[in-house]
């Protein structure tokens, strides 16, 4: 008789795990009624900015990250482009980017007409591998976008110091990492600039959003005209100043926003508690193991919990196999660290640059370029054969969740022979 669910045999969870997400109650409706009823559904409305809705996130957001400035914004893809033009990243400069993680990292690059260039990541903690970093910087290199993927910081004291020798603006995608802490200071303004993204997914959210934070009044003032057409603050209010679109976020954004905040810290709490039970559990189960917690990661506020895969020590059954098996018990693990390399995406394999191949092919830049033959070898490895994450809604419920979902592990672990008839190895 099969034991394991894939063969037919009892699943090993039979209940769902974690809330439902977004988490929202009275206190949300009561923060959208004020703004229906105010009838100042735009920040500009007020008087005092800083009074609206979304003036009064910014303050409250750039104090919970540890920044000088935020600037609240459209969302996380418009919040790099914003803060790579605040930045002075322009047609002709090279932006380095991990392999791994959302390909708007990357995008937003080319959006403001630089050039993308992959770089491989550490196959620990999944984020950009500083000496790989160092090593593909050019004359041409600008800036770098690091993502601390899944929300576990970059190696914030090596980055730092390449970005120092060599000028460049450095900006911490931070979609991944609300809370996150680097020896006790919140990511997003240790660099030049952090953006976020507040999309429904998003552990703090208010359906799309994103904003921008920094301790750097310069680049704050930069941000805030191209976020806003090009305005600049304190001259008339139809004199323009730069090409610059409307990222303006609305009243209803920041109303949602503000509700959400105020539940943020105790569900970062709620979670660090769990996925420490689950760190322990998985330290018992041959084959699987967390992140090697750096004693400088002082606060790992995740999006999803990046996690290892070892085939070696799990009876050599692939990876791919033991998802299949462990999805069948009913356990929510996905493959981690947000995916394939993105250079792999038929935008870039494809080199779909449109008519004229800007950026890549902009006189201002020179320099041959072929995506297709761009290969980040430990990144490709990780994405195959390592990457395992689960999503930060399941870890909202109580540690019997933890639980459940260890049991899956585990029961897969003892019937890998049924595992292996089943996949005919
Ligand atoms: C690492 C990363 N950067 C940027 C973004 C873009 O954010 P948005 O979807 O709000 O545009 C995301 C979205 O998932 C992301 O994961």
Known sequence: MAKLAINGGPKAITKSIGPDWPIRDDSDLQQLK??????????????????????????????????????????????????????GVEAGDEVLVPALTFVASATAIALVNAVPVFVDVDPETYDIDPAAMEAAITDKTRAAVIVHNGGYPCDMDRILAIAKKHNLALIEDCAHAHGSEWKGRRVGAIGSLGTFSFQMGKTLTCGEGGAIVTDNDDLAEKAFSFHHIGRVPGRPFYEFHRVASNLRMTEWQGAILLSQLARLDAQLDLREANAKHLAAGLKKIPGVASIARDPRVTRWGFYYWNFHYRQDEFEGIPRDVFLKAVNAEGAPIGVGAHGQPIYQNPLFRSMNFGRTGCPVKCPLYGKPVDYAKTCCPTAERLHQTQALSIGHRYFLGGMEDMDLILSAIRKVRENCDELRRHCGQ
């Open 34 to 87: 004020e703004v229906l009823e105010s009838g100042n559904w735009w920040r500009g409305g007020f008087e005092d900015p800083k009074q609206s809705k979304v003036g009064r996130f910014e303050e409250a957001f750039a104090k919970y990250q540890h920044a000088k400035h935020c600037l609240a914004v459209t969302n996380g893809t418009t919040a790099l482009e914003c803060g790579m033009k605040a930045a």
